[in-house]
């Protein structure tokens, strides 16, 4: 609310974006676009930290990523949402442990 004065609701994060986006009326190519881009850092930014991977190496991997952006863009572009869906049954049992684990990224 506070950066454009829309109510927004709690929802996934993705789902947020594309609320957000919408009530501002930003095309829906450049956001998609744009979303994939900072997936796309994001990733390349926790692997420089984790990895160990060094900082030109992570822009690298953000250069060459950044390559499939406009395709991948095009693609979802006209999705159909019907065909929207996932499963990762070991991510989300794993990540149900996740906050009483012991803090250790970004530690010194």
Same mark, same amino acid.
């Given at each position: ?16 974006? +594309? ?5 501002c ?9 744009? =979303?994939?881009?900072? =997936? ?13 991977? +060094?900082?030109t190496? +992570? ?25 929207? +869906? ?8 794993? @990540?149900? @442990? ?7 990224? =970004?530690? @010194?």
């Amino acid at each position: 609310t506070a950066l454009t004065g829309h109510d927004l609701p709690e929802a996934p994060y993705p789902v947020v974006l +594309g609320r957000a986006a919408r009530l501002c009326d930003l095309p829906l190519d450049l956001t998609l676009k744009l =979303f994939l881009q900072a =997936f796309v850092a994001n990733l390349a930014s926790a692997a420089v930290r984790l990895v160990p991977l +060094g900082q030109t190496d +992570g822009q690298r991997i953000t250069q060459t990523l950044s390559g499939a952006i406009p395709a991948l863009a095009q693609g979802a572009l006209h999705g159909d949402t019907d065909r929207i +869906g996932t499963a990762a049954i070991a991510l989300d049992l794993a @990540s149900m @442990s996740h906050e009483t684990l012991t803090t250790r990224l =970004f530690q @010194s």
